[in-house]
């Protein structure tokens, strides 16, 4: 079975106001570069995003102003969080957004902070995804879920937060298991993960920051 569609794949990365994104992180960055880290984070997996050949389109799911301007100047669609009831709410009306234009689009979300996204691995990941109607990727740690597609025809039905991946699993989604996709897999939430993501090689837009967590 192949639910790769034609036309490419819509990416719906959901996004909090920048106020309130990566709290765990201010332990280790501080509150003013918290904010600054989080928008940065979301241009590099947004632009890693629009690189990768297999995907047609990012729509971003956000409320921020700031982050709305700066992420539609890479080429991405900002989508209202009009549900404004959490992130799987946002998830689930971003996928009906899309496929009112694309009713057959094959939609995958992914999380906005992948600072160190690579289109290649985000492209294997993809054809992989086409394979089956409903597919995860799971985290470096294995408990929660930065990827999750849905085939034309078949309802995201997103739920992340916290361990996701076991709630993905009963869902019936196929779990994704690929070596070499690690920078797919690299959500930051702390000062430790964003060392991870650093010793990856974070995009430029993070690395701007010139902030180089212990790790």
């Known amino acids: 079975m192949n639910t790769d569609p034609d036309g490419g794949w819509s990416l719906v990365v959901p996004l909090k106001p920048l106020a309130r994104a990566k709290s765990r992180l201010a332990t280790a960055t501080g509150a003013l570069l918290r904010p600054r880290l989080a928008l940065a984070f979301a241009q590099d997996t947004v632009a890693a995003a629009l690189e990768c050949g297999r995907v047609r389109d990012v729509a971003v799911v956000t409320d921020d102003p700031v982050a709305a301007v700066a992420l539609a100047a890479l080429g991405a669609r900002i989508v209202p969080d009009s549900p404004a009831a959490g992130l799987n709410a946002a998830l689930a009306h971003g996928a009906r957004t899309v496929r009112e234009s694309r009713p057959d689009a094959g939609v995958a979300a992914l999380n906005a902070d992948l600072p160190a996204l690579r289109p290649g691995e985000l492209a294997r990941v993809l054809d992989a995804a086409g394979e089956f109607p409903r597919t995860f990727l799971a985290d470096a740690a294995e408990i929660g879920t930065t990827f999750l597609s849905a085939g034309s025809g078949v309802e995201l039905a997103p739920a992340f937060g916290g361990a996701s991946r076991r709630r993905h699993l009963s869902s019936g989604a196929v779990e994704i298991r690929l070596a070499g996709?690690?920078?797919?897999?690299?959500?930051?939430?702390?000062?430790?993960?964003?060392?991870?993501?650093?010793?990856?090689?974070?995009?430029?837009?993070?690395?701007?920051?010139?902030?180089?967590?212990?790790?």
Request: aromatic share 6%; no cysteine.
């Open 181 to 215: 996709v690690d920078s797919v897999r690299r959500d930051v939430d702390t000062g430790e993960d964003l060392a991870a993501a650093w010793a990856l090689g974070v995009g430029p837009r993070t690395a701007a920051h010139r902030f180089h967590p212990a790790g």
